[in-house]
């Protein structure tokens, strides 16, 4: 669909919804995921500026998550330029984008449209570090789970008495201390404290029920036991009590999934990285990937990769046949303003 028909979509989503629609594409393609970050927020000030005050603005999210102190600034910086805001969910916005969608006056999910808890992990060089595979002495940090953490401390005194239960749990943050440093344990209890500050925060700036607040918190956070846990329309509507939107227009609903078509086409989400792809079969080629999206309906910014690849020949020690590999080079990966696209 070329870019003028993409954007007469959003004028027809706008037109039904009574709104002006922000578009914010995270691409999860295999291979070239992005998440949620803060340099968004200098192209959404340009979005939000060049639309001006609205009555209504609805977000179009689709993300799989990234950092939540920057999902919740941009629920603020959207709320600058709006009496209204809410979020239309085409498929996915788990985690972070979940976080964004607690701070909607109004979700709007589609058949197919998924939240997640909010439960975070960390990433830090003090976490704990796994093998790398086929890297011999080479190990990775991997993100350490805020509820995973909890829970092996709810474990360790579950079956035990009440007698028993401090010593045990001593014993078992000892031994925990010692696998994780515990600075990163520190920060495990600082970023569970923060997140369900963020969920407080934003669900209490449109509901006034604190009871229902907290009930809507403690179910994202610690009340579906896994961060993969998929939430669906109906049950965030009728079992977590968000604010979902009743019996969407079929007409709407039809707009909105043939919108995300268009940017799972664009950003070929579908579609696993791979290198010969890039290099069509030629021995050196450069690739312009694709990767997120930004858009009003006279506006695009997109998050776009360059990379040069090219296939060598490795000979590895003890293996009699000489093996096909690929080096790549960054060649440049920002945010540019593309009317083209």
Same mark, same amino acid.
């Given at each position: ?13 706008? #037109? ?15 291979? %070239? ?68 969608? %607690? ?19 960390? /990433? ?41 239960? #401090?010593? %045990? ?50 179910? %994202?956070?610690? /009340? ?7 939430? /669906? ?109």
């Amino acid at each position: 669909m070329p870019r003028a028909e993409r954007h007469q979509l959003i004028e027809e989503i706008e #037109k039904i919804r009574g709104s002006r629609v922000l578009v914010y594409f995270a691409g999860d393609r295999k291979g %070239l995921e992005t998440q949620i970050a803060a340099d968004i927020f200098p192209f959404f000030l340009e979005h939000l500026a060049h639309m001006g005050l609205q009555e209504k603005i609805d977000l179009y999210v689709y993300s799989t998550g990234g950092i939540t102190i920057a999902g919740y600034g941009l629920v603020n910086l959207i709320k600058e330029f709006c009496k209204s805001f809410n979020v239309i969910i085409p498929f996915k916005a788990l985690s972070c984008a979940t976080l964004i969608a %607690l701070g909607a006056d109004e979700i709007v999910m589609t058949k197919m449209g998924l939240l997640s808890p909010i439960d975070p992990s960390i /990433g830090s060089p003090l976490g704990p570090q796994v093998p790398v595979p086929g890297q011999p002495g080479a190990a990775q940090v991997v993100p350490l789970s805020v509820e995973d953490v909890v829970s092996y401390l709810d474990l360790a005194g579950k079956y035990v008495g009440p007698d028993e239960d #401090k010593a %045990l749990i001593a014993r078992a943050f000892e031994r925990l201390s010692q696998a994780v440093h515990p600075l990163a344990l520190g920060a495990v209890n600082r970023i569970r404290e923060q997140i369900g500050f963020l969920a407080t925060t934003l669900l209490s700036s449109h509901i006034e029920d604190k009871k229902r607040v907290n009930k809507i918190v403690e179910t %994202l956070i610690r /009340g579906r036991f896994s961060h993969d846990y998929l939430i /669906g329309r109906k049950e965030a509507k009728e079992i977590i009590d968000l604010p979902v939107t009743d019996g969407l227009p079929p007409e709407l609903e039809e707009k909105i999934v043939k919108l995300y078509s268009e940017y799972d086409s664009i950003l070929q989400l579908s579609v696993p990285y791979n290198q010969e792809t890039v290099l069509g079969g030629a021995e050196v080629n450069t690739g312009i990937l694709n990767r997120a999206i930004i858009e009003s309906n006279d506006l695009t910014h997109v998050f776009r990769t360059v990379r040069e690849v090219k296939k060598i020949t490795m000979n590895p020690p003890n293996v009699p046949m000489p093996m096909i590999g690929y080096q790549e080079r960054m060649l440049s990966e920002r945010w540019v303003k593309d009317d083209n696209i």
